[in-house]
């Protein structure tokens, strides 16, 4: 009897802890204590992020036109019925937003160029546009500050997107995937010299899962076997992306003996399971495996596999994929609890419990989270950057904690051996917040968008920055 | 699969010739009128490339049964206590069935409620069936979320004290009883398996108590 209680012991302990990954509980003591910055590795990247149709303005795209439209039952599409408009007027006030970058004492700078602006009509490129894009980077390495630049990141051109048809749209179409490749290669022969980091995709998981599954986004499609095929399409457009750029872009910008350096820019999240319940972990599981770990998958394999039991499955080779990422870029910014809802489209209903502390979007404030991420993917014996991490925080009061306890999750996690080499925060500035509007304010300097020239001003998190930024050898301008 | 092979030794050693209480042989009815009280510990986690993310519970429950001749009832409380405040909370399941139960084949149906201090919403209803048939020496159990729904489907071999099952979609579960009086049985219980990429593993011990034994092994 002694016997079976010790071999059922350890077979339940072997079972239950030996491969788990450890679950951290940091104090806000040892995060006031750490000195955020030490320890990080040579030419570590420490920047912020922005993109092209959220601060840019004047964009005529696919966004531009669901933002003036409203669901049948007369809900607009956009909270409060915001449209991206002017934005922050980034395209007019590059200089002062390289100001702020200067002033950070940021060392990278994660954009994105807008496709709708540099191609207004099939196959007619904007040669001007593409030339202020340009200077803008040069502008940016002589500021010692190096450029990651993100290739598409959400929005279409309209003609392109398809708005008037029921189906197919946007990236269910082939002849997205062409042009987007062509667009590609126009972008990389032209940025290419300055460029070494290149984003080909902004969270593709996430595009999949608001325009195709949710209905939220354009082009307010909710069908999961629609939404797990826009997600092999885009996959498919950033293999192909991966072997333009290579073959365009074979300027060394900074010397590094790496010209291009391709990644996407995914979206993690922790799925917490919400209960002991059977069915709330097997649906965590379940996402879990389509949103975060499939398309790290494809790039070990090669091969483009989803499943949604019962509806759709997908397994594919696709030539340039595997190996396609040079480094993984990682947005991390909350935890979802998991009910199952057999009945909801994504099987679960996600939320954030009433008694955790939560960003104004009510997103789970959760910093051990991005640790546990990045010591998840320790594993793909890839490098890492943080393409994002942020916080709406209307009065800016909660981000400098915010800042300091997420740099801290990444410090101890690059410590634990992770090979992080950068750290872009969303945002440099208040932004368009797509569906969500101007409400959520997410920048280091809050932007006010009553005023005609989108008067920035720095929040208490800058501070906090510089303090990190001098801690890793950098320089914040006054 | 090496947690799989680990849970056969476990289920051949329980399967082993125990040190039984010496009770005379008679006629066992198909189900007894029982009560019984147990704790365990749970794991519950799914994988990917290189790790996995999961809890841990303490599990305490009392589950009973009642047989008012063909007439069954089946019910009982499980409580999922979290061995890590940064994960689920607390929670519980109660679960009460009804049934039929005859010579050889029995049936019980019915609710299972599962409660989640954290969950939206708190309550998760599932339905739960168990069937048991005997073919005198030896029977066969199913049930569809049974085991206070633990368990997705099984299908179970029951020999006397003994049983061991197949857990759909992959897994096993086994279970066994020592005699230590008439009315007394030390009870042991495993499951472990696997849906999609998550894993379960359960194991619990405890006591079953049986008043209507006069002396005869059940």
Redesign the interface.
Known sequence: ?K???R???V??S????A???P?P?FTPQEIDAATLGEGLPAGFLLGAATASHQVEGGNTNDWSVWETQSYPDGTPHIHNQDQSGLATDSWNKFPEDLGLLRRLGANGYRLSVEWSRLEPTPGNFDEAAIARYHSWLVDLRANGITPMVTLNHFTLPLWISNPASSEPQGWERAETVDAYIRFVRWVGERLGDQVDLWCTINEPNVLATQSFLKGIWPPGVKDQKRSTQVLAALMRAHARAAVALREVDTVDADGDGHPTRIGIAHHVR?F???????????I???T??YF??AL??MN?TGRIQLSI?GTISIDEEVAGLKGSFDYLGINYYSRD?I??DLGDPSLS?Q?T?A?RPKSDLGWDLYP?GLY?VLM?F???GLPIYITENGMADNDGQDRPAFLRAHLYAMQRAVADGADVRGYFHWSLMDNFEWAEGFEPRFGLFSVDFTSPDRTRTATPAVTTFQDVARNLGLTPQP | MR?LF??A??VA??SSP??AVEVPPGPAPLLSTELEARVG?????????????????VTPAVQGRWRLGALGLDGGVLL?V?T??????F?GRVSVRAGFVGERFAIFAGPVV???A????AL?I?PSLRAQASFGAWGLSAGLFDHH??A?AHLTVELGDYGIGYVAPLGLTAHAR?WLTPQMALS?Q?L?GT???????L?T?GLVFRPGNRGARP
């Open positions: 009897m016997q079976l209680f071999l059922g012991a077979a339940l072997a079972f239950l802890t491969r788990c990954e679950r509980q922790i917490q399971p919400a209960s002991a319940s059977l069915l709330d972990a097997a965590s599981g379940l879990d495996d975060n770990e790290v998958r070990t039991p609890f009910r199952a209903h939320y419990p008694d051990e546990r998840r320790k594993s793909a | 947690t680990g849970w030794a476990l050693l329980a125990a040190q510990a749970m794991g519950l986690a799914y994988g990917f490339e290189g790790g996995r993310w999961g809890d841990l519970y999922t979290p890590s405040g940064e994960g689920a909370g929670g599962e409660y989640g954290v969950a939206v919403p998760q599932l729904a633990l997705l020592f042991l495993a472990a849906i999609g990429n998550t894993q379960q593993a194991l011990t």
